[in-house]
Nanobody
Framework: QVQLVESGGGLVQAGGSLRLSCVVSGRTFSSYAMGWFRQAPGKEREFVAA????????YYADSVKGRFTISRDNAKNTVDLQMNGLKPEDTAVYYC???????????????????WGQGTQVTVSS
């Protein structure tokens, strides 16, 4: 079965950096766009970043543009999220997700993704 496993979360001070990683198994990773979403307590899940199946196109939420970078390694079946300049409002559980349909560009909408990881907690202290 398809599995997504995130790692790399933790506690960091404001202004610091973290790198999240997600490894995918059970499907042809290189054929699917990938996304990162996050959910803070009491809030809805929101889009953070996406990358197309080949890695040439990336998309970001306005709130993280210029601070976060999404990348993928199709040889290792991994997608990473480099987070710099972290702010307390970035505190959330972060989820990676795999697109429902192959060879798409990537989507801002959670409904476009059919497989999700279990999430990794990121906490940014002020």
């Amino acid at each position: 079965q398809v599995q997504l496993v995130e790692s790399g979360g933790g506690l960091v001070q404001a202004g610091g950096s973290l790198r999240l990683s997600c490894v995918v198994s059970g499907r042809t990773f290189s054929s699917y766009a990938m996304g990162w979403f996050r959910q803070a307590p009491g809030k809805e899940r929101e889009f953070v970043a996406a990358i197309n199946w080949g890695g040439a196109r990336t998309y970001y939420a306005d709130s993280v543009k210029g601070r976060f970078t999404i990348s993928r390694d199709n040889a290792k079946n991994t997608v990473d999220l480099q987070m710099n300049g972290l702010k307390p409002e970035d505190t959330a559980v972060y989820y990676c997700a795999s697109d429902r349909i192959s060879f798409r560009s990537g989507s801002y909408s959670a409904s476009a993704y059919d497989y999700w990881g279990q999430g990794t907690q990121v906490t940014v202290s002020s």
